[in-house]
């Protein structure tokens, strides 16, 4: 009984951190900044598929890498990664997010506490229905853990990434 306590309070204290680490599969316009090069035409206005990792615990996540999952299909990496940022059109308006691409890639070194990161996939959203997402990432005392849609959290071994 007490070996069974006392390892159940390691793994509450295990996943302290990767417990504030959320994920999202949204869309994204990638016509309206002209960001996605990679993902559709600059003048397009399709909805792409973005993966959203927020880090709300106090310390830094790191290697964090998405993918795509579709039924059928081979899972599929992000090819643009940017930031996520909340803003408000005007003062009275309910704030809305906002993804600031930056760099070609699949992987963030760093994502910092208190902030979004968003992984922009090369398939649309009419094209791919029932995509689901699952990210990686490591957490700031070493462990590994994966997190998929529905915000299943595993710990891994190792990172064997995608």
Known sequence: MLQRDLRQREQILERQQANYVELELKTYSGGLTGVPAAVTAASSNRLVLLAAVTNTSDRPVRQVTCRLNVA????????????????????????????NSFADGSTFGVIRAQTSAGFAFPVTAEDHPGAQVEARFTDDAGLHWQIDNDLHLHKLPNRDDW
Not at 84 to 95: E, S, V, Y
């Open 72 to 99: 059928g299909q081979a899972p599929a990496l992000p090819t643009r990664l940017g930031q996520i940022a909340q803003d408000r059109i005007f003062q009275a308006a309910t704030p809305q997010s906002f993804f």
